[in-house]
């Protein structure tokens, strides 16, 4: 709780141009009425998560289909702005989404794992599955291949995760593309399908 209040704390002082201590403080509490009303929202959207940190918002309307395992991290943030977040757990499958997420739009589809990792950004319309099957819950796993997404990385609008991919640490995926291998640690991929542009400096 203390992380959240100093992170939204920055986040006003650094969109005032003028900044008085009423001010700041006023834009805060407004801050904080929206959070916890993301935070009722999430209570309601993820109440069947098999386990969930203390603090998880859901802005929007995202839609849950929740068959096998979900699990979800500390301040993870599900938004669905431009377009509902859509998450679909197969009975065998097995979802955990890592601390500090933040989820704008995307599809999230799985039969048997996907792991996204700490402080990982998915943008609108980002696809990621682990099986080339659409009949999610109702075949069995046999053909699906855990997906692993390593912390700090980013995907783009419209990037797309194929099922047996692992994307490193700090990596980054451009817009529309579509992850048939594996990427390397702080590297940004693009293209379809999706190929290394250059090497990122890590932080």
Not at 62 to 83: A, D, F, K, M, Y
Not at 119 to 142: E, H, K, R, S, W
Request: contains cysteine.
């Amino acid at each position: 709780m203390r992380d959240l209040l100093k992170r939204e704390w920055r986040k006003v002082q650094a969109g005032s141009d003028a900044p008085s201590v009423p001010a700041i403080i006023w834009r805060l509490a407004k801050r904080l009425l929206g959070l916890a009303s993301s935070f009722m929202r999430g209570k309601r959207y993820f109440r069947n998560a098999s386990w969930k940190g203390s603090l998880v918002f859901a802005k929007g309307r995202p839609t849950v289909q929740q068959l096998g395992r979900l699990e979800l991290g500390h301040l993870v943030r599900i938004w669905s702005n431009i377009n509902p977040t859509q998450i679909i757990v197969g009975k065998q499958g097995v979802l955990s989404i890592g601390d500090g997420a933040y989820i704008n739009g995307a599809l999230i589809a799985v039969e048997k794992e996907v792991s996204i990792g700490k402080n990982c950004y998915l943008a609108p319309m980002v696809q990621i599955m682990d099986t080339d099957d659409f009949g999610l819950g109702m075949v069995d796993a046999q053909g699906a291949k855990s997906v692993i997404i390593e912390e700090d990385a980013w995907l783009a609008t419209r990037a797309m995760v194929t099922k047996g991919v692992r994307i490193g640490k700090g990596a980054v995926v451009a817009v529309g593309a579509v992850v048939q291998e594996d990427v390397a640690p702080y590297t940004l991929v693009a293209g379809v399908p999706a190929r290394p542009i250059r090497k990122l400096r890590a932080i």
